[in-house]
């Protein structure tokens, strides 16, 4: 007998209700959030972390990876992660108190504001990432790796399919905040 996970029960609840026709959709999206709570709890568990740092880690992250000079705009930050412009302005806050991160204005467009990492946060960043890759690896290791990178694939494909994707340099019509900061350093 195939073992089921929780969403089996809540897919039998709601065909039983009569609530949809189809229940693929669904399932799909209930187990894609389950299984972000999976990769959650086992980052916190491994390194201790509270939710909020989770989010910051990740923030520290992209910043670092977001090519030479490691700089976003807070629009840009909150976008990429599905924050609110007010949640991402107090974790930008909390990690420019802890000395992470610094917010420079935009010489060429005063009403813009560069973040950057500062050298401890760039440390901190290699950090979290070690931790995040190595929750990550654990989470994995339970299924085989053909069916880690099917479903690596057919996520980027979801996420393609529904324009989530890296902007191209022709995507913006001049320069993009982003360049401009970057010039200014």
Same mark, same amino acid.
Do not use: K, L
């Given at each position: 007998m195939e073992i089921r996970d929780r969403v089996d029960g809540m897919l039998e609840n709601?065909? @039983?209700e009569k609530l949809f026709m189809h229940s693929s959709g669904i399932a799909v999206m209930y187990r894609l959030c389950r299984a972000v709570s999976v990769f959650e709890k086992a980052q916190m568990q491994k390194y201790d972390h509270a939710k909020h740092a989770l989010e910051e880690a990740e923030l520290l992250a992209l910043l670092l990876l977001n090519g030479a000079?490691?700089?976003?705009?807070?629009k840009q930050l909150a976008e990429t992660?599905?924050?609110?412009p007010a949640n991402m302005t107090a974790k930008l806050t909390r990690l420019e108190q802890a000395g992470l991160i610094r917010r420079e204005r935009n010489h060429v467009d005063r009403r813009s504001v560069g973040v950057t990492l500062t050298d401890a946060g760039t440390a901190m960043a290699k950090v979290r990432i070690h931790e995040m890759n190595s929750a @990550?690896?654990?989470v994995l290791e339970a299924i085989n790796p053909e069916c880690v990178e099917a479903l690596s694939s057919s996520l980027r494909s979801l996420l393609v399919a529904h324009n989530d994707v890296?902007?191209?340099d022709s995507d913006s019509a001049g320069e993009s905040e982003s360049s401009q900061l970057r010039e200014v350093g």
């Open positions: 709601f065909e @039983a000079d490691h700089q976003m705009t807070p992660m599905y924050v609110s @990550a690896g654990d890296i902007p191209s």
